[in-house]
Nanobody, 117 residues
């Protein structure tokens, strides 16, 4: 089993920055992609960014390109999502997903990000 835990959410004014962290633990050796998704009230969950573990290849949603950066964290099996130039429309619950060979997917519990205008 794999456990995924997010942290770092909060409230910020438009134009501000936040950094989210995601840590995976347990049977992480089968992991090959870690990614961030978000879900705003009344909307479906959407893809934000992902990082392929073996190649460090990153992919971003068009809505966050140039503002958000996904990267490996300092600790083992950790990824960050650095969010700059935040907009009110970035307000959502942000979820981390760890995708493993199998395939298997493991989600965190989510962390709230609120951007006020």
């Amino acid at each position: 089993q794999v456990q995924v835990v997010e942290s770092g959410g909060g409230s910020v004014q438009a134009g501000g920055s936040l950094r989210l962290s995601c840590a995976a633990s347990g049977r992480t050796f089968t992991k090959y992609v870690m990614g961030w998704y978000r879900q705003a009230p009344g909307k479906e969950r959407e893809f934000v960014a992902s990082l392929t573990w073996s190649s460090d290849m990153t992919v971003y949603a068009d809505s966050v390109k140039g503002r958000f950066t996904i990267s490996r964290g300092n600790a083992k099996d950790t990824v960050y999502l650095q969010m700059n130039s935040l907009k009110p429309e970035d307000t959502a619950i942000y979820y981390c997903k760890s995708t493993h060979y199998g395939p298997e997917e493991y989600w965190g519990q989510g962390t709230q990000v609120t951007v006020s205008s």
